[in-house]
């Protein structure tokens, strides 16, 4: 039971250890958060393949933790009859 007791005590803190409070004045404040666009930009309006290229930027920068875009700027996707289709894949 003792051997017990110290492992949990000597786990305890470890873990206590790690997660200390370091020097905060080498916190780098320069460069601002980048919080992430809450609806489609009008700039990814203007054109099939600038409405493809921020979906596939969109696709590769989220995560599921990010707020859910707001499509409310977006009445019909853009489309074209004489682009070449984009290489998704």
């Given at each position: 039971?003792?051997?017990?007791?110290?492992?949990?005590?000597?786990?305890?803190?470890?873990?206590?250890?790690?997660?200390?409070?370091?020097?905060?004045?080498?916190?780098?404040?320069?460069?601002p958060t980048?919080?992430?666009?809450?609806?489609?930009?009008?700039?990814?309006?203007?054109?099939?393949?600038?409405?493809?290229?921020?979906?596939?930027?969109?696709?590769?920068?989220?995560?599921?933790?990010?707020?859910?875009?707001?499509?409310?700027?977006?009445?019909?996707?853009?489309s074209s009859?004489?682009?070449?289709?984009?290489?998704?894949?």
């Amino acid at each position: 039971m003792n051997r017990l007791r110290s492992t949990i005590l000597c786990t305890a803190f470890l873990l206590g250890a790690c997660s200390g409070g370091g020097d905060r004045s080498k916190i780098d404040v320069s460069q601002p958060t980048v919080r992430p666009q809450l609806s489609v930009p009008d700039s990814a309006l203007g054109s099939s393949g600038a409405y493809t290229q921020y979906l596939l930027n969109l696709v590769q920068t989220t995560s599921e933790q990010d707020e859910p875009l707001l499509l409310d700027s977006v009445g019909t996707p853009p489309s074209s009859d004489t682009d070449e289709p984009i290489q998704i894949g």
